[in-house]
């Protein structure tokens, strides 16, 4: 029995893996909770909450393209800006494609901040919870219990096609890179 939780990354105490020095806020490093979540890897599923507290469970292979982009707080000016781009961005890709922005802010701060930016075309979902997205897409924050600046593009089958960490959590990501990742796939 050990031997299978250590082969599936758990310790025997159910811990799962952390990685240091993969993201830093300056000259801080942090140490990120859970997996990480490389490109071809399936996308885990997730079970966060939406608009009024509703339960929204996320199956990423149901024959959906989406651009998951994660922020620590929609309250800071880099995480609106991120959400702002990706709404604006994604406008001319069509319904195939389907973006979400998780952070672990209440979903009734996320749904206000939506309303005041006319964020109309990105879905927020919390994970305020227990942080289980987080931690199984390898990007729960142990330090400051929030989520770290990540882009992923989910292909219709629910594997990854685009990955980026943001090494230092208050830089933007590669908009241009996940874009470019996101039409390839609406090309197909």
Known sequence: MTSLL????LSVAGELPSR????????TPYTLVGPELTV??????????????????????DGTIRVVTVVPSL??????LQTRTFN???????????????SRDLPFAQ???????????????SDFEAGDFGRAWGLYIQETGLLARAVYVIDDKGRVAYAQIVE???????YGAAL?????LVAD
């Open 6 to 9: 250590l082969l599936c990354g």
């Open 20 to 27: 240091e020095g993969v993201v830093r806020r300056g000259d």
């Open 40 to 61: 071809g890897a399936a996308a885990p599923s997730a079970s966060l909450r939406g608009d009024g507290l509703a339960q929204v469970q996320v199956d990423f292979a």
């Open 75 to 80: 309250d800071t000016a880099t995480c609106a």
């Open 88 to 102: 604006a961005d994604v406008s001319d890709l069509g319904e195939r494609v389907e973006v979400l922005v998780v």
């Open 111 to 125: 749904a206000r901040f939506c309303g005041a930016h006319g964020i109309d075309r990105v879905t927020p979902l």
């Open 168 to 174: 230092n959590v208050p830089d933007e990501p590669d």
């Open 180 to 184: 470019t990742a996101t039409r390839a």
